[in-house]
């Protein structure tokens, strides 16, 4: 008897790099108009006015398959579940990375890049 036989997709190779300012954004499409607006025209003025951090991941042959941003934030104590709060320094706010964006190209939908740049995030504002 034979054993069944597991097919699984390739899964494409990406590369996560910060947005490098010269790159084309023009082709990059999520089909969610504001994060393709944001992307094509804002995020490089967020960038040198240093309000967020961009990250791209790159396919093999460098086109954007997906992005995301990560700013600083603060949190008021008081809004925080008491049992947390409870565990931190008395001081008014705690620090905190917000992600303000992610979005995934049209071309690579489908192949978990999203929930991957989610888990990405994460871990670097969690390392750095």
Do not use: H
Request: glycine fraction near 6%.
């Amino acid at each position: 008897m034979k054993s069944p036989v597991t097919v699984r997709p390739k899964v494409p190779k990406f590369f996560v790099l910060a947005l490098d300012l010269a790159a084309d954004r023009a082709k990059f499409k999520c089909g969610i108009e504001p994060l393709d607006r944001y992307f094509r025209t804002q995020v490089s003025q967020d960038i040198k006015r240093q309000v967020a951090a961009c990250f791209v991941a790159n396919d093999t042959t460098g086109q954007i398959a997906g992005y995301y941003t990560l700013a600083s934030a603060s949190v008021l104590l008081s809004d925080l579940p008491e049992t947390l709060a409870k565990k931190l320094p008395l001081y008014p706010s705690v620090p905190a990375v917000r992600m303000g964006r992610l979005a995934v190209s049209k071309a690579f939908k489908g192949k978990g890049l999203g929930a991957a740049r989610l888990t990405r995030a994460l871990r670097r504002t969690v390392t750095t």
